[in-house]
């Protein structure tokens, strides 16, 4: 029995997204952060990345997004579909989604993680977006509560 909820309330969480690829040897999957901005979802890539050419092979991609915690009793599934596609590094998207998981502070960031994982301005970044065709919402937050949904108050 699927209950649905409002996407915005996962989409602004700092959680892990998986991102849905096809290649030659089937599906593939990648963990990724991601910003949602403008009915648009960002995701970090680098331009030799797995998933970036796999997308520039076939487009065709799905995004899972679950916001699971145990103790207060919460499961919401949000999928999005769709075509993505690969464009240049933005630095204020990538800021953006950067603050959105180490904070506000950019002053606070570890500075070895900016410089040698999440270079905001490196050359061969990328932002994969994704405009999705659909989303489909399933809150199953009833698992410890029965019909009274727990999630969201």
Known sequence: MPHAFDPELVLRLPLMANLATMSADGPRN???WFLWEDGALWMPASADGSSVGRLASDPRCAV???HFDNAAGVLAH???RGRATVGPMSPPVF???LAKYLG???GAWNPWF???VAAIEDPDGRLIRLVPDSIFTNNVSFFRTGPDLAWPE
């Open 64 to 66: 899972e997004i679950v």
């Open 95 to 97: 800021r953006r989604l």
């Open 104 to 106: 506000p502070d950019e």
């Open 78 to 80: 949000l999928g999005l």
């Open 30 to 32: 990648a963990p990724v």
């Open 114 to 116: 900016i410089e040698n």
